[in-house]
């Protein structure tokens, strides 16, 4: 139990060492920022890679407190802020990269701009498993590809945390969607609302050929880059657009351009680490708990439990890649709340 003015908190040393429980100081809300009492800690891959020193564009100085997604209850405010009040219940995509404290302790001061209501019936757990994978996909699919009703969209990756979530948007904005991933996945695919590809059975061309008649798809979401992304450049109509959010690897842009297509990419990060944008990744949130709470959009969570004495447990599931939905870390009893 953490004294009026410390906190629990797992901290990270060095690269891929163990965490470490620790009591510190708890922060105190500047202006602009609202003290967070977390109640749960959003675990995504990137996390890992920040924890193993090998994500470049996600630095994070050790000794450091990792997590990028929460939920939980606003505990006082800072000077100038007016949208939220004490007693709120909150999530948003709020640290644990470039020198921002993450989620993985029992409170964090983060700019008010990062945050929104959750929804009403979300218990914290389906909060916080939220928002990196929803703001990923909402500003690919409705920032950069402007989807809507006559769009015919494929998800590359549709089981994956983005790619459900990019099934799940696209549908909310009534596109046909269909979606590659392995053939295991494709009963998951079919409950989100998307026709399923099976890509190991089925190329680039036999898909275009069977669910478009050729002609390509409007909008391509590739989650996965490399083999993934050029499938896309090849899976576009004419016109189309074609968007990622990992664009590792070197790609031949002329079945891009051969078919006067566009191409952009995501960078979800980008407010957190350089101040520019941060009120629209609130401004999406609210989207997020307007479609949630109109019954448009549901988690994908891991049933497993996992607190902050056994945050090395909930990293390795993932890194065996043995999770079944979004890995969530409780923080304290408000997690499974609604």
């Known amino acids: 139990m953490s004294t009026s003015h410390s906190m629990q908190a797992a ?12 009591s510190i100081p708890r922060p105190m809300p500047q202006a602009g920022q609202v003290l967070v009492r977390i109640a749960a800690s959003g675990v995504n891959p990137l996390d890992l890679k ?9 630095r994070h100085a050790l000794p450091a407190i990792l997590g990028i997604d929460l939920a939980g209850v606003v505990a006082a405010v800072g000077r100038g802020v007016s949208d939220f009040r004490v007693g709120d219940e909150v999530y948003g995509m709020t640290g644990g990269v470039g020198g921002l404290q993450g989620s993985l302790a029992e409170y964090a001061a983060v700019d008010a701009s990062l945050l929104a209501l959750k929804p009403a019936h979300f218990s914290m757990r389906e909060a916080a498993s939220l928002p990196l994978v929803f703001i990923t996909a909402w500003e690919g699919l409705v920032d950069r590809a402007h989807v809507g009703a006559s769009h015919t969209v494929l998800v590359q990756g549709g089981a994956g945390g983005v790619g459900s979530m990019a099934i799940q948007i696209a549908r909310a904005f009534d ?6 991933d392995t053939a295991a996945r494709g009963t998951l695919i079919r409950q989100l609302g998307a026709i399923p590809i099976d890509y190991a059975q089925a190329s680039v061309e036999d898909y275009v050929a069977e669910h478009t008649a050729g002609r390509g798809f409007d ?11 050029d499938a896309s450049f090849r899976a576009v109509s004419r ?14 842009l002329a079945p891009l351009s051969f078919r006067a297509a566009t191409y952009s990419g995501v960078f979800t990060l980008l407010p957190l680490l350089t101040g520019e944008g941060r009120a629209h990744h609130g401004d999406i949130l609210r989207e997020a708990t307007r479609l949630a709470e109109a019954g448009r959009i549901r988690p994908l969570l891991d049933a497993r439990p996992f607190t902050l004495e056994t945050v090395d447990d909930a990293y390795a599931l993932i890194e065996q890649r043995q999770a079944q939905g979004k890995v969530v870390v409780s923080i304290t009893r408000r997690a499974d709340a609604g």
């Open 11 to 22: 901290v990270l040393e060095n690269h891929s060492a163990p965490f470490r429980l620790a």
């Open 175 to 180: 596109a046909r969607v269909y979606a590659t």
């Open 219 to 229: 909008v391509v979401f590739d989650t996965a880059g490399g083999a993934s992304l």
């Open 239 to 252: 016109f189309g657009h074609v968007v990622s959010s990992l664009g590792w690897g070197t790609h031949a």
């Open 50 to 58: 920040i924890r193993a020193g090998a994500a470049e564009h996600a």
